[in-house]
């Protein structure tokens, strides 16, 4: 079974939270990610937010100046995350059963449960795409019981794949 760290992003983005969102905006597109965990320098650089594309798109339709907003006022938070060690289905349920593309990812043996990477529906799409070439290589060389019972993982498989891609949309 995949755990989350099998398939995360330890390139993690990481800037305080009196930033404005232009200057993360830039960031983002500098360094190619779609989101920018936020932390607090008053509170050691602990991670206090997420701040995602979405979150900067949403705030300038309302008519907000990207360049006086700063992060703290628009990220998302309290954060969700998973730990490292946890399969990669069950961050797929908690992104399903939130409603959010991104996850940061702890690691439960490091100090004060540090975040040390993050982990999105795209990785979840990139683990579901290996896992179902996977089964219908295995549902190809196996007898009908075995078949069927292949074709069932499948079909979560595929049901979970249908309920991440809504995410996106």
């Given at each position: 079974m995949s755990s989350v760290q099998d398939y995360m992003n330890a390139r993690m983005v990481m800037r305080d939270s009196k930033a404005s969102v232009l200057e993360l905006a830039k960031v983002m597109v500098d360094w190619n990610v779609s989101s920018i965990a936020i932390a607090d320098e008053e509170?050691?650089?602990?991670?206090?937010?997420?701040?995602?594309?979405?979150?900067?798109?949403?705030?300038?339709?309302?008519?907000?100046?990207?360049?006086?907003?700063?992060?703290?006022?628009?990220?998302?938070?309290?954060?969700?995350?998973?730990?490292?060690?946890?399969?990669?289905?069950?961050?797929?349920?908690?992104?399903?059963?939130?409603?959010?593309?991104?996850?940061?990812?702890?690691?439960?043996?490091?100090?004060?449960?540090?975040?040390?990477?993050?982990?999105?529906?795209?990785?979840?799409?990139?683990?579901?795409k290996k896992r179902m070439k996977e089964t219908s290589i295995t549902a190809a060389s196996r007898e009908d019981e075995k078949e069927q019972q292949q074709q069932q993982q499948q079909s979560s498989s595929e049901l979970l794949l249908s309920e991440v891609w809504e995410l996106y949309f």
């Open positions: 509170q050691n650089n602990k991670v206090i937010g997420i701040l995602t594309e979405r979150d900067i798109v949403k705030s300038i339709s309302k008519g907000a100046s990207p360049d006086s907003i700063t992060a703290g006022s628009l990220m998302s938070s309290p954060i969700l995350s998973i730990r490292k060690d946890q399969p990669i289905e069950e961050a797929a349920l908690i992104m399903i059963r939130n409603k959010v593309r991104h996850l940061l990812v702890e690691d439960p043996a490091a100090h004060n449960r540090a975040i040390i990477g993050i982990i999105t529906t795209t990785d979840l799409a990139r683990y579901l």
